[in-house]
């Protein structure tokens, strides 16, 4: 249970954080982590004529706030008999859904709901369901069941150590009791709802309160309500995020929501009204998940991943029309394309607009045509298209053809991705087109679907003769002294240097049979014919790196390199989701049967199991593990190669899930790259990429 | 030299903050102190054909910045032998002028300056000066002396550390060299003056560069200017800020700058482009001090206090029309009244148009009538008007007839200065109708006026024939169990009373004598005539406390207090302000000589100066002293009591001084509660009231 959850609503780069024991959270904007907030959720028991109880509180904050109040008084407070009592975690069970937060401790429980539904594009959207979807607002319930009390409950809600003070929601709208910082984010309860509302610099020990017993220099507010004893109640609380105006540089953009909603105002009073109807979505997304074969881990890590997912998503409008973002987590980057690609299934079972929307600006913005060369930087010749790693960082759009992330010279992290982010483009443009059946898209991009199996081909080699099926060239955008990277940067080589790489070259087959696929539903036969021709000359490029004394593929063709990695099936996962993996078997049997051999040897301890803790590792030879790539090669390994899953590597989702709910990863909710053997962040904290988790669900 | 300065414009409520040597500071909107950014400026020798000398940089920075690429890369980057040096500040001269701040050191020197001017109203001004005078940008200078050098040198202005990556300004302007944060600050050279600019994750061990040398996803990055061997150059660096649309709750407003300039952009190319008109202003302002008679300590705490109440400042507009704001410093109350009386001083020479915009806000929004009670509660009856102690704080208004501050209940800090904020309209409106002398601004008031004096009246006692000249009746809105409190609120009982307190008194005195002279100049003789005996009344009373035994005024005519405090005489300011305390002390000459005589038995070292430290002390009781008060008293006792003066009373303004300078209150630029023995701060840091200093330069 030690771990914080992202709260997100969908497209508004906002969470309300919370969940990890002796630890702040709350509301965040546009964050790289957790907030700093004190979270107050408990209750105490009233009894008639006499003192409450002291509260009782979900251990989410940390106490005392003396500092606060010597700021103004010059003094410390001395202790109170009013400090809250953190309750024990051992005494609360928590349960996390798809989209639902549960703690329950007896008759007492919080609830946070972060529902999510599938969306039409935003542009063809009416203005009722646009308020619906996209709601800048996630939801909690207090609820106490005091049928066998005797005494009244009074339940708490409430945030502390905001940036600045609170203002009470009253002073704008009767219909709102709650609090919020300035226009930027706030919480609110019906007023029939609430017993009272309490603001102290303070809560709990307030040195002072007005004449509405509150005061208004305070950083600590909350809302009140009552479960008479006999009774059980439960009370909604709307959790609402707005920023108006433009908020990105370079390309200006503001939020989607606010063509719908003029002000926080507006959308927490939204939030309480169809309160309902949102706990409906929530709890629907649970069952399903619920009613999955998945495990509980997985179902866990599917929950959790999901969750971070949607608190980097943000839909802007550029000149009244939708533009897509997905941020790179703690990084912040915009739509980093290896991310995209991972996103991809996800956002095509829910918002399957949004990947057009993003391959779109891709082209219209972020593609560049580059020079090629050999190691060495010589000779240097025609390249061709490809897209940037990124399209800027933390709102601020990098210029036409550049990325925030790539940079000249370098053979290891920030180096440029350019076949990399070709291969991304082609794998996601065809699987968006043959998911959605949206043809005319693919239909005016023909000519760049072209240009893009001509620019793969010439990475293999610019001399048609001299090609084998693997990509060699490197774009020159690295420099003479530099070489291409892939998505796994922080890794060593075995992941690292995308040239005779494995990883990149399954991919790239992948990439051949995907676009065979394309050109022949374009009716272009002969460009069909040919892609097929790359597809074959590749399989057979990477069949003949087997090295059938070890079973097993090296990662890097190149100098002798004995790395073993599981990312060896990652390119399958599009054939295995558009459903021809089968056909693509029967055609390349020996491709196949090498994988499933490479995948069976890999998959021991000591080689891609960690001998130490057992988590699945994506290369033999780093201890930097991903799991949203871990994730993809379970799912790939278990449709197409179940016969290489042996009980460690079954075993391993609860490792997985484990680790996330611990606290060195658990503080940043969901975390992507990780220390094998000690469970370690090693970076891309709070981070969405892991979302990649949900295939499992694919029927 | 141990002390961060505020440069901040005229009413942007931000601060570009520097100069306490190892601390981060840099450029902050609204913070309640100083931001956390390094701020690297310095120089490096560049023999031809060699490698560059590590750059020797002001201490204004902490490094290392590996955490930066861990982040990314997952490893810690080793030790450079780039990393900069920092100059022993042993070397460096400072000179802090009225609107400029430079730091020398040898041949290179940089300065920043924040030059203020005589501001007209800004409902009427032109455009042209508009732009010139409320552009939201200070401006920094680098300058290096090479005539001397036989190496070129290189001149380095950066950011580092900032709240997420900064972006290059020439991605929107070309005529721009700089990086920006968002849209909310940046820094900026002229493209022609620069050598270079550089960002990376480490400023000084980059581990990546892209095609421009840059990476856009880094937090640090600076401009980089080259003085060639044999020649002197000076280059201007424009710090802007910027924050568009409505920034207020309660009371919507926007920053008047925002009609004038379109974004930070405009802003920097305007800065840039008049750098040397305001680098002229600043320069006269500058001449103007060192031309006073003061002291280099006294010119020194004038000039620290100027930059931090520029940083308070807030100038709105509400419905297209002006709204003048200061912050009250940490705590970002909006328009504290108590601090606005103190500022009064300084706004009539400067914007005198900002004292009637806050006033008419006071009379429009946050005035009220209350009931009023003697202690414990009863009787209660009718009271009077009165106006709130402050509008809200961090741009939040508060409802109308409330403050954020004011709590019930209360005997101490919190509890509400219904007394002090009447007596403060009083003095405010009388002031600022004398020295503007805009009659009509009164005429309109007139009514108010002369309720304000039957408000103050019915404080002393509601039965005319029970009054003796001492206020002694507290507001109802303090609850039966509460009592009135002063400005001093964080002192003991000395100052923390309002009622029958010897402070509040002499003030009440003098607002007498100023509604005598404003009835008289509205034609209104019998409202003069009760005002001048009002006036007589409360001279009698307060004189008739004096205890001869000892020479000294008790500071609460109640329960035998004992305390002696310096603002016995504050309320004298006015009178002394609007050039009639003489004839005063001609009519009241027992009142006059009694108050010379506390005066001069309290500057006694053990009473009203620091045993320890020889700084003055506001209470012999307390040792929370508050310089903005000293300040204020210091004036009217130089002025109007000079023989009260011994030499240790004399010395302490380079006690007060010295301690501004040294880190427990240099940390947080100008800090108003101090104790007075220890120079430790107890509260009001970052605080603008000590402008009042900028009294000792009236003629």
Sequence with gaps: MHYHTQHSPFGAFASFTIGLPGQRGGFGQSLSGPAGQNVYAGFRAVAAGGAPAPWKLLPFFERPQTAAVAAFTGENTAASSHEPQAIDLATVTRHLGWATDTWTHGPFSLRILSPFDHIAHPDTMDRDTARLTLAPVVHAELAYDNTQGSAAIELLFGIGRTEHPLRPL????????????????????????????????????????????????????????????????????????????????????????????????????HGLARHSHYAALAEKRDAELAASPLDEHQRWLIAQATHSYLGSSQLMQHKRRALWIVNEGEYRMINTFDLTVDHLFFELAWWPWAVGNTLDLFVRRYRY???????????????????????????????????????????????????????NWICCATTYVEKTGDAAWLQARQKLLLACADSLRRRDDPRETKRTGLLKWDSHRC?????????????????????????????????????????AGLGLAGAADAARASADLA??????????????????????NRSRILPAVEGLVFPLFLGYAGELRSRYP???????????????????????????????????????????????????????????????????????????????????????????????????????????LEP
Tied chains: 1, 2.
């Design 369 to 423: 045509t580059d020079k090629i060369q050999r190691p060495g930087g010589t000779p240097v010749v025609r390249g061709g298209v490809s897209f940037t790693h990124d399209m800027g960082v933390m709102n601020q759009f990098t210029p036409p053809g550049r990325s925030s992330y790539e940079c000249d010279h370098l053979h290891g992290c920030f180096s440029h991705m350019t076949m990399e982010q070709l291969i």
């Design 479 to 519: 420099g003479a002294d530099g070489g291409e990277i892939t998505t796994y940067d922080s890794l060593d080589i075995s992941l690292g240097q995308a040239r005779n790489n494995l990883y990149i070259a399954v991919k790239a087959f992948a990439a051949w049979t995907l676009l065979e696929r394309a050109f």
């Design 590 to 696: 020996e491709l196949f049967s090498k994988l499933s051999r490479h995948m069976a040897n890999a998959l021991q301890p000591g080689v891609c199991l960690d001998a130490e803790s057992g988590a699945w590792k994506i290369s033999s030879t780093s201890s930097n593990t991903w799991f949203s790539k871990i994730a993809l090669a379970q799912h790939v390994v278990r449709r197409l190669f179940p016969e290489t899953l042996n009980d460690a590597a079954r075993a391993a989702d609860a490792v997985h899930a484990k680790m996330q709910q611990s606290e060195p990863l658990g503080r940043y909710a969901m975390v992507d790259q990780v220390h094998s053997a000690t469970g370690v962040s090693i970076g891309s904290r709070y981070y969405p990429r892991i979302v990649t988790a949900c295939l499992w």
């Design 539 to 560: 399989a057979s490029a990477v069949a003949a790196q087997f090295d059938a004394d070890t079973g097993l593929f090296p990662a890097v063709f190149e100098a002798g």
């Design 170 to 269: 009253e002073d704008v709208s009767s219909d709102l009791s709650g609090f919020a910082l300035g226009q930027s984010y706030g919480f609110a309860a019906r007023p029939a709802d609430i017993a009272g509302r309490i603001q102290g610099l303070d809560l709990f020990n307030p040195p002072a309160r007005d004449h509405r017993g509150l005061h208004l220099l305070s950083h600590e507010a909350g809302v009140v309500f009552l479960v008479p004893a006999g009774t059980r109640r439960s009370f909604p609380v709307a959790l609402g995020f707005y920023q108006s105006g433009i908020v990105t540089t370079g390309l200006p953009t503001c939020y989607y929501y606010t063509k719908f909603f003029a002000d926080l105002e507006d959308v927490l009073l």
